[in-house]
């Protein structure tokens, strides 16, 4: 689906030198706190919000999302098919999305793909796009990541991010200022734990200080969980509602994170006179008396809505679908994100193509990001043994889980002190108070103090309070009492929503311990990882009904089975090789450059601040002002013209004292309000004058910028600081290597050499021979054997040498180079190397283009004004070098990238310095051309840049 689509873009972008946030994945990796999973969803955020301008799917879809595989021209298609392709930008995405393959390569789609080559005109292709996306208009996304992954944590990730990025540009509506999460009806007991994962999230995972600790002291959080006040009462004000309406007015709102049950903002009051008949009332009205809480939330601006376990909303999709578009269509939602282990829809969602085709779609379509439970289990999970009982009667299934448990977990504590435990669920509390309970501590002889029971209750069976306190502190180093419980037996409880990292089993002996759609989810509850880094298992125990449907719900959910579940080993991920150096042998010299330094100096111009002063000459500066505000009135044949000015126009309340704490707030409390308040009297004159008075009400006058006069406000309180920028040219020595920073790598096709040659490479490095040399002896010892034993050296394979290896000794510092991300600067480096020019001068090349092993990088700015603006790190991609007296005489930059990065502004402008500024002063700096820089556009042909290289080689290098 349209993940796969977009994890490849985003790597594209993540690769790119011109990526803004390359700093901030790197900050979060080296931090190492976020698991793997939690980093692909973070990093496809960011792409989605940065790179793609937090685009609806809809836009992305017809866009770049489905850019064409193929030329026109190479498609075999007929003229009617390609001309409505040309002209029909919405056509072609469909088509390439109808080629989507599954992971065998299949099509998936291949219906729709005939059906729209055969049939383009009659295709409505706007109308089953809509279709695709829900008809949505607004950044809807959904990350998929499997139960145990993080995703509280991922979402507070998600507003950290966004709060990071909105305080440094407040008016960019891509930013949410503000947050509410909405739980699923049915998972209501998630609100609290939820509440706390974020409260506790630790900013510094993904962001460094003080950025981190300045944005959690914004933070707000309210839980809506209060019940309606009123009984029988359509008006009563709602007490969720007061708790929203105490942050009016909300223009200037950052950083209120509410989380609340979806039903609350679904539900609607009657709105009825005493008769019981509906009054009628403008639609804002309407919508306050039906829902107060959901008509303030709709008020709020740059609002995120992020939604828990999305894929449970399907029961109340279509009303807060509803609802989430009302708030859209308001201009106050910055977009949604849903956070499901299962995005996939049962039955099939069907999208009518023509009256004989039909596209099925079984997963949720605005899926952005897919981990795969497999994975998880592989990476970080626990790893389950899926046992079946075949046969058995439910209590027998029982008591072979139990001894399993105890024979392989009975004395397992984990580092934090809790003990491992087994989850028994019982179907129905009559089950388990009348017979599971006893067999346990009967037949089986186990102590009732290792046990506990937690259900709702019966009017026959009831459980004292103290079992509810002991089941929510399972999974607490301090609960004595949860520590000591080791079976836990339940009834419709601990499905959804229960995160206990110490269970280690469950077991479901027969149909009805659990919904038939939640056996995978139930059995899954025993997956978390408790001690990060540490080899874990978990055992799962069940009956033939519900290891069917376990097995069903994998192949349909996740793609995988019993058997493969059980086959999965941590310690058989992907094969990997090492890196190895060879700066010793190719004794490659330091790059000896002039690296721009910029030293930023903020001068404080004045003695004291002149608060009073100051904020005496606020009204009177022309910047605070907005353009005349008029009216025009003409008639219909523009004989008479009149104009009629306006000098009082808004509609928003204002107070003083919410007015001044507003000030203060934005300060980021650097402006203390007793500060503020010794000043009252020239803030109240200019509130006064901002503001004006209408039917017994304050408002604010729009003829006055608000958001300027705050600022102006609080810039009086500080000295005037000017910014001064000195800048030299500093010489460095950098390595083209940093040896401590190689590490294994994931063995793929587009490492180079691969791993026979790196190995003849070395063994030649090694032994000091030529490679036509060793190849020689070789073949000599070939025709030896041949001539001995003609019927062995048939089996033989005639001996020869990888390309590259004859290349080892113009390239390759460092062995494997990693192409993961550039197929084309692999085989530009392969069809380089060929060059006579390269050969015949003694040149070499080398891969300079992993920022990670490089400490080659240049520093790059551009000119602001009159002082100079860091746009960040340049990292060569190629160094093309001529050594000279045992040193490093000439050096060529070549900077190989798609032709896509050729029109962005960051790489324009780093481009610019680097052909200008870094070229030319270093060039001065020696008293000679050192340095060149040559720019080859995949957009070209590889042979037209290995051209250019060429005529540039010939014009550099001449002496």
Request: with cysteine; aromatic share 10%; glycine share 4%.
């Amino acid at each position: 689906m349209i993940y796969s689509q977009i994890n490849i873009l985003k790597s594209n972008w993540l690769n790119s030198q011109n990526c803004p946030v390359l700093s901030l994945v790197d900050y979060i990796k080296r931090k190492g706190e976020l698991r793997e999973a939690q980093i692909d969803a973070v990093t496809t955020y960011l792409f989605l919000k940065l790179n793609c301008e937090n685009r609806p799917l809809l836009k992305l879809f017809s866009g770049e999302l489905f850019s064409p595989s193929e030329n026109l021209a190479e498609l075999n298609i007929n003229q009617k098919t390609r001309k409505i392709f040309e002209s029909n930008k919405s056509a072609r995405s469909l088509y390439e999305f109808s080629r989507t393959k599954n992971g065998n390569g299949m099509s998936l789609f291949p219906e729709l793909e005939k059906y729209i080559l055969e049939n383009s005109d009659k295709v409505d292709f706007e109308r089953i796009i809509r279709k695709i996306f829900y008809s949505v208009d607004y950044p809807d996304y959904i990350f998929s990541l499997p139960m145990g992954a993080g995703k509280t944590f991922l979402m507070a990730s998600f507003i950290y991010l966004d709060l990071y990025f909105a305080m440094n540009e407040p008016t960019n509506k891509v930013f949410a200022h503000n947050f509410i999460i909405l739980v699923p009806s049915g998972l209501k007991s998630s609100i609290v734990p939820s509440l706390k994962t974020i409260q506790n999230f630790d900013p510094t995972w993904i962001i460094p200080e003080p950025a981190a600790s300045n944005i959690k002291k914004i933070l707000k959080f309210e839980v809506m969980d209060q019940p309606k006040s009123a009984k029988k009462s359509n008006r009563a004000r709602n007490p969720n509602a007061q708790k929203i309406a105490q942050f009016q007015p909300f223009d200037s709102l950052m950083g209120l994170v509410m989380v609340v049950n979806a039903e609350k903002v679904i539900l609607d009051r009657l709105d009825v006179d005493a008769s019981g008949d509906l009054i009628e009332r403008s639609e804002d009205e309407k919508d306050r008396l039906a829902n107060e809480l959901r008509n303030l939330i709709g008020k709020i601006p740059n609002l995120a809505i992020h939604i828990d376990e999305v894929h449970h909303a399907a029961k109340d999709d279509i009303k807060l679908r509803q609802v989430v578009n009302r708030w859209s269509k308001g201009g106050t939602i910055t977009g949604v994100c849903g956070y499901s282990g299962t995005p996939y829809l049962s039955p099939a969602e069907k999208i009518e193509v023509s009256a004989s085709v039909n596209l099925k779609l079984s997963q949720i379509t605005n899926t952005v990001c897919y981990y795969p439970l497999s994975t998880a289990i592989e990476k970080f999970l626990k790893k389950p043994k899926v046992e079946v009982a075949y046969g058995f009667e439910p209590i027998e299934t029982i008591r072979k889980g139990v001894e399993n448990f105890y024979s392989k977990y009975g004395s397992k504590y984990y580092q934090n002190g809790c003990c491992a435990k087994l989850a028994v669920y019982c179907g129905s509390i009559e089950r388990l108070e009348t017979q599971v309970f006893p067999f346990l501590t009967g037949e089986m002889k186990i102590n009732p103090d290792d046990i506990l029971k937690f259900h709702r209750g019966n009017k026959k069976y009831k459980l004292p309070k103290e079992n509810e306190l002991e089941f929510i502190s399972l999974d607490i180093p301090a609960a004595k009492a949860g520590r000591s419980k080791k079976i836990i037996l339940l009834v419709q409880v601990g499905k959804e929503g229960w995160d206990c990292r110490s269970l280690t089993g469950v077991i479901l002996s027969q149909q009805g311990d659990c919904k038939t759609n939640m056996v995978l989810q139930t059995s899954c509850r025993c997956l978390r990882q408790v001690d990060k880094g540490m080899e874990e298992s978990a055992i799962i125990w069940l009956n033939e009904f519900n290891a069917e449907k376990l097995n069903n719900q994998l192949r349909e959910e996740q793609k995988t089975s019993i058997e493969e579940i059980n086959r999965l080993d941590k310690s058989k991920l992907s094969e990997t090789i090492l890196q190895v150096s060879r700066l010793e042998y190719l004794k490659l010299p330091k790059v000896n450059f002039y690296q721009l330094k910029v030293q930023y100096n903020d001068l404080v111009i004045e003695e004291s601040p002149d608060t009073e002063n100051k904020l005496k000459t606020i009204l009177s500066d022309e910047s605070v002002m907005q353009n005349p505000l008029s009216i025009q009135h003409r008639n219909l044949l523009h004989i008479k013209e009149t104009v009629t000015h306006v000098y009082f126009s808004g509609n928003e309340t204002a107070d003083f004292n919410t007015w001044i704490f507003n000030i203060a707030k934005e300060s980021f409390n650097r402006i203390e309000l007793q500060v503020l308040l010794q000043h009252k009297k020239i803030l109240l004159y200019i509130f006064n004058k901002i503001t004006y008075e209408k039917e017994s009400a304050r408002f604010f006058n729009n003829v006055f910028k608000q958001k300027e006069i705050r600022t102006a406000v609080r810039l009086a309180f500080h000295c005037r600081r000017e910014l001064k920028t000195e800048s030299e040219l500093v010489p460095e020595n950098a390595s083209m290597l940093i040896v401590g920073n190689l590490k294994p790598v994931q063995k793929h096709e587009k490492l180079y050499p691969d791993e026979k040659a790196s190995c003849q490479i070395l063994d030649l490095d090694k032994s000091g021979a030529d490679p036509a040399k060793a190849l020689r002896e070789l073949l000599d010892k070939f025709e030896e054997i041949k001539k001995v034993n003609p019927l062995f050296s048939s089996m033989m394979t005639v001996p020869s040498l990888n390309p590259a290896v004859h290349d080892k000794d113009r390239t390759f510092h460092y062995l494997p180079y990693d192409f993961a991300q550039s197929a084309f600067e692999l085989n530009f480096l392969k069809e380089a190397l060929k060059l006579d020019e390269i050969i015949s001068d003694k040149l070499e090349l080398y891969y300079n283009g992993d920022r990670h092993l490089t400490d080659f990088q240049i520093l790059c700015y551009a000119k602001n004004r009159n002082s100079l603006k860091f746009i960040g790190r340049y990292t060569p991609d190629f160094l093309l070098i001529k050594r000279k007296n045992e040193g490093i005489h000439k050096i060529l930059i070549i900077e190989t990238k798609g032709s896509g990065y050729a029109e962005q502004k960051s790489f324009i402008l780093r481009r610019q310095f680097i052909e200008s500024d870094f070229i030319s002063k270093n060039n001065e700096k020696f008293g000679y051309d050192k340095f060149d820089y040559l720019y080859l556009p995949d957009s070209e042909t590889m042979g037209d840049n290995i051209a250019k290289l060429s005529r540039t080689i010939i014009k550099f290098f001449k002496e």
